[in-house]
């Protein structure tokens, strides 16, 4: 991941609900959601919504498909182990922190 990818995410979940968006989604796995029920389950009105998925969108951190009437969004599970591993690829000074046993795998969703 390039430098400027990580700041470009990192800037697109630096706000509250940007960042509730996008947990909303990884908790919804590969199945995704569509506006309509994250505007329900966040209580974020529909265009303040809008805006802010598409932030989502650039950062690619989320992706958005279209499923006859309905747009589904669903987490970028790849962006987001990436930005993870970007994030603590150099930590403890090149040791590994944890021990095997307490590292958890990335996320196949």
Do not use: W
């Amino acid at each position: 991941m390039q430098e400027t990818d990580v700041v470009r995410s990192l800037a697109a979940l630096a706000q509250e609900v940007r960042l509730r968006v996008f947990r909303a989604l990884v908790v919804a796995g590969p199945e995704g959601l569509t506006p309509s029920v994250l505007s329900e389950q966040l209580a974020v009105a529909p265009n303040t919504l809008s805006f802010h998925l598409k932030e989502l969108v650039h950062a690619g951190l989320i992706s958005q498909e279209r499923q006859g009437r309905n747009l589904i969004y669903r987490a970028s599970f790849d962006t987001m182990n990436a930005l993870l591993t970007y994030l603590t690829d150099n930590c403890c000074q090149g040791a590994s922190c944890l021990t095997p046993s307490a590292t958890a795998p990335a996320c196949a969703c």
